[in-house]
């Protein structure tokens, strides 16, 4: 079945005329539990061993009234479970697809679920943490509520249609979901709780590696169970694989925990599973038997039921034109209702939009013919004072130049008359440095001859010595 969106315009109605539309709020970590949604917990004690850093507690409400608890994994962008009660269903289901703030933005000031359309662009991150209606769109899978609205009165029924309450589903396999859970809750667990609000119901999904658009994860499991928290007590797992959207498989509590995270625990004490009564537990599951095999379930009192069920029919029968009419005719009103608030938005959103976009060209213009002045009014001065200094500058340029061609002109002549008046003066300085030198030479040649005439006078006196020496007897010369 395709699901129906209520429009923006609708919500804000919705939200004006009943305050406390809808509300959740993320629980803390300094928190017990789930805050007031413990109540949702026999012995008000939630599940044990979900303790994954990505595991976010919601206590979802409505009315500002505790409606269920969720825990959703925003990794997998899907709840790992809702746990909740059964109520008497509502007539007529309405769908309002919300969204928790929240779980993307802590730091938010919105303490409540709210349509996403109305948030859009006003939350950080929107989409970070849970998935959006846009991750569904146009991906073959529908938004299958964990916790059915089906099983919920009309307060409960509207809370439960929030994304943090839905798993990517087929169309088929969501309308098989829904039918098998109803029957089971309505036809075999009701039925054999003697205290009905002692009914406590955890419906989980466990992910696969399939994800939608790469984002939302599809489950390869779905799973419930149910605790009756009575003096006569007793408890049931239910499985339903994704592959076999027929199968329905029923199992205890502590083989459902096995397949689900090590260490986990879903009900305090196991629900009494060791203590049941197994006569009440045969008939149990043989009322999922019967509904497995598509066998209408009874009750002591299958006569009376079946002449209600026949007034029922009959009546139905003859109101279903009417209320067919009536369907049609508020269909119509609503939708006259959106396309007239469509086309005052659209009109206000065109006209508002002509006067912004007029308003910021004017305001564009008048911010770039300031600065321009302002440019201008400011590069005054600047350029004045530029003017001087070249001004200055180049007056300093054409001193200097004159100066230094003054000077070359003036170094010719001076330069020659200092240099021949300065030459007397360095002949006359020169004449005793030469007599000087002269005389040095004149000194240096004698003292060369007899220098070298002592030489050659030694060398004779050394040769006639060695001759003397050399041919005269020793005796004769030591006489």
């Known amino acids: 079945r395709e699901w129906t ?18 509300q959740g709020r993320v629980v803390g970590e300094d928190e017990t539990g789930f805050a007031e949604c413990n109540v949702f917990f026999p012995g008000q004690v939630p599940p044990e061993g979900f303790k994954e850093p990505f595991h976010v507690k919601i206590c979802q409400q409505y009315n500002k009234e505790p409606r269920f608890a969720t825990l959703y994994s925003t990794k997998d962008k899907i709840p790992v479970y809702s746990a909740f009660k059964y109520t008497k269903p509502a007539q ?8 928790e703030p929240q779980i993307d933005d802590p730091e938010n000031d919105l303490h409540e679920m709210v349509p996403e359309a109305d948030i859009v662009g006003t939350v950080a991150s929107l989409g970070t943490n849970q998935a959006l209606t846009s991750d569904y769109v146009g991906s073959g899978y529908e938004r299958g509520l964990l916790n059915p609205s089906l099983l919920n009165e009309e307060d409960f029924q509207m809370a439960t249609y929030t994304l943090t309450n839905a798993v990517p589903l087929s169309p088929s396999l969501s309308e098989s979901w829904h039918r098998d859970i109803g029957r089971v809750v309505e036809q075999a667990l009701v039925p054999h709780c003697s205290k009905r609000d002692h009914l406590y119901l955890l419906a989980g999904a466990i992910p696969s590696s399939v994800r939608v658009k790469g984002k939302v994860s599809v489950p390869e499991t779905l799973w419930l169970a149910a605790c009756c928290d009575a003096p006569q007590g007793w408890s049931l797992g239910l499985v339903k ?42 008939a149990i599951l043989q009322a999922v038997s019967q509904i497995r095999s598509g066998e209408h379930v009874g009750t002591s009192d299958n006569q009376e039921a079946k002449d209600s069920g026949l007034v029922r029919k009959v009546a139905g029968i003859i109101a279903t034109p009417f209320i067919k009419l009536l369907e049609l005719l508020i269909y119509v009103f609503v939708e006259l209702v959106k396309f ?30 300031v600065k321009a002045i302002s440019m201008v009014l400011i590069s005054i001065p600047y350029d004045l004072g530029r003017v001087i200094v070249n001004v200055f500058l180049g007056f300093l340029q ?75 007897p020793k005796g004769s010369s030591d006489d």
């Open 5 to 22: 969106m209520k429009t923006s315009v609708v919500f804000l109605l919705c939200v004006s005329v009943f305050p406390g539309f809808s």
């Open 92 to 99: 007529n289901e309405e769908e309002s697809w919300l969204v």
């Open 241 to 282: 694989k994704i592959n076999d959207e027929n199968s329905l498989a029923d199992l205890t509590v502590a083989q459902l925990e096995k397949q689900l995270l090590a260490g986990v625990h879903l009900f305090k004490g196991n629900c009494g599973e060791n203590h049941q009564s197994q006569e009440k537990t045969e």
């Open 340 to 369: 007239v608030f469509y086309l005052l938005w659209l009109v206000i959103k065109r006209v508002a939009g002509t006067l912004l976009d007029g308003v910021c060209s004017l305001w564009d213009g008048m911010v770039s013919y």
């Open 398 to 472: 054409i001193i200097q130049d004159v100066m230094s061609l003054t000077y070359r002109i003036l170094r010719i002549p001076v330069g020659f008359v200092l240099h021949l008046a300065a030459f007397p003066y360095h002949s006359i300085c020169a004449i005793p440095s030469v007599l000087k030198d002269m005389a040095t030479g004149i000194g240096g040649t004698f003292s060369l001859v007899i220098d070298a005439t002592a030489a050659i006078l030694h060398g004779f006196y050394y040769l006639a010595g060695h001759i003397v020496r050399r041919f005269v």
